[in-house]
């Protein structure tokens, strides 16, 4: 009953046992708790999962590739993924967060002074001034970085990488935060350059690694996603990615400093419906005949099984399905769709535990999913 789903995918070069993906997903959890959610997610039988936010250059923040600790955790993320058929992919990223300007907010986030979402909208207003004045040589830093960090995350048992295409790529390509005047700035080729060095950067290093590209798409009417590529823009920004080597997409809204708009709950004005970003896919699709993912509330075996088939997207991503039922994919194909824990997309213990500092859960957790 769903074939495509349970079939086999060649993914730009990587071979998937099935077309779902766990979508990059941060969890602000301890290492065991981790691991315990990681290990449930690749035994409940998913083709890759894509690690979140792996920073290219050392990290106060994240784990890191570049230190000891955080490549050995990685290898051993890898060996996990390895030991269940699963595939492993690193969601290669660059804040486009300006530390310097973060810091002097620290005493009023301190004395409570300044709330988390003040200091969202207040890091928000520091994009456009750090990506327009960010000097050449640590462009070419970061863009080196991309290449180095592809380089390890193989090094650490990664199948494939992931340009996160929102956050600095993002921010260089719109311009809402882009008003450079140099190479990186002004036409939709020049707002593209970073992004396609970044690319390049990995692709002259590795010229036989998939490379997918998170393709962050934003809308003008209603107007929906600041960083990232207009919708018009999107036969400019395709190819030239694609030349430099990207060999899937993964497509979705633009992001930037609301999260419920790229996690949207079920609530959401405009994207509450069973794969709200689908669309961006179709308009993807007429610039490019490499394989896309979807993501963005799926959740419904028919409807997903209905894309797949008539070749709208080669793969689903999901990240809150997968949280609330893990076991998605081997339901799915033991022909137990019935049992499955849908996930509601309340965004309560999900977005909501990340915010409130708690880490990522799901409200089904202590059913005993
Ligand atoms: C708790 C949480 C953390 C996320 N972290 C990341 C991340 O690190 N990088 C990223 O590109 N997307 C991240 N996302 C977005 C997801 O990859 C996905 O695009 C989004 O949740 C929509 O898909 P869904 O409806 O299947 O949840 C996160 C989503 C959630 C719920």
Redesign the pocket.
Known sequence: MYETICSPVNYGGLELKNRIIF?????GLSDEEYFAKMRAIVAGGCAMI?V??VPVGKSRFEKSLFDKKGFAWYQRLAALAHSYDCKLCA?L?QSDSNMAAMLKYVPGVLTKKITMQQLRTLLNEEVAPYITNLPQRKIEKIIHGFGEAAVLAVQAGFDMVQI?G?RMCGSFSSAVFNHRTDAYGGSAENRARFAVEAVRAVRSRLPELPIDY?LAVRQEDPHYGNAGVLESELGVFVPLLEAAGVTSFHV?LANHSSLED???PANHPYFKGEGCFLKYCDEVRRFTAKPITG?????SPDFVEAQLAAGRITCA?????L?ADPAWPRKVAAGQAGSIHR?V?C?KK??G??QQHQG?HCIYEKSGV
């Open positions: 979508a990059p997903t941060t969890f894509i979140g936010d969601q990223h996160h929102d998170k979705t790229t996690i949207p993501v963005g509330g799926l959740t991503a999901m990240s809150r399905q949280l996930c997309r965004n999900c977005l535990g990340l990522t």
